[in-house]
């Protein structure tokens, strides 16, 4: 009798040990899931999408000129470079009054393509040349168109590409403050008139 019941105590204490083992097994990976689950998801947090972080996300992405400058800043620029380009180029050679260079009607370019399909393209053997044209009464009193001379820059093939590129910059730039001209011609002519209040300007 007393040796079973020392057997069975000891097969009960030998159960329990498994049992505590198999509880231990099984906390502990539990534990260690738990950890493991917890570890990757602390380095996460700080890149989680808070209203800031979308805010600053937009804000990276955002072109840096957003803000659009007026359009008398823009003009003036323009004319401050055409200016620049007026004197480097020597226009002022056969223009000497820089704002008078607005009066001429249209200015064209020999020599060098301002189209789109051959901007910036030299023709061999013509020779580049401003050309401004204004017009003037002929004897009967009719307009007649005038081509005027600004410069004269040799020929197509021994052009610098770099004096090229300022050569077109100061036409196209003079365009420019001709098309703001013409805004403000067409601006004050609408304020002559009377506009219904219902009117969208």
């Known amino acids: ?35 493991e689950k917890q570890t990757p998801a602390a380095p996460q947090q700080p890149v989680a999408v808070t209203p800031a972080t979308r805010h600053n996300t937009a804000t990276q992405s955002t072109p840096k000129s957003v803000k659009r400058a007026e359009p008398e800043s823009v003009r003036q620029e323009n004319i401050d470079r055409v200016k620049t380009l007026f004197e480097k180029l020597k ?22 393509g301002l189209k789109e399909d051959d901007f910036g ?8 040349q401003i050309i401004a044209i204004t017009y003037e009464p002929d004897k009967n009193g009719k307009k007649k168109a005038k ?34 001209q013409n805004v403000e011609h067409y601006k004050e002519l609408i304020e002559k008139i009377d506009i219904p209040t219902d009117s969208l300007f």
């Open 1 to 35: 009798m007393s040796s079973s019941l020392e057997k069975l105590k000891a097969l009960t204490s030998k159960l329990e040990e498994k049992l505590e083992q198999k509880q231990n097994q099984t906390a502990i990976p539990t534990k260690e899931t738990a950890e």
């Open 147 to 180: 081509n005027i001379s600004l410069g004269y820059f040799g020929k197509a093939e021994t052009l610098d590409p770099k004096l090229k590129n300022e050569i077109i910059e100061f036409v196209l730039r003079w365009r420019y403050e001709k098309a703001f």
């Open 121 to 128: 393209q030299v023709r061999e053997g013509k020779y580049i």
């Open 91 to 112: 226009i002022f050679e056969k223009s000497p009054d820089f704002d008078n260079i607005f009066l001429y009607k249209a200015m064209n370019l020999s020599g060098i």
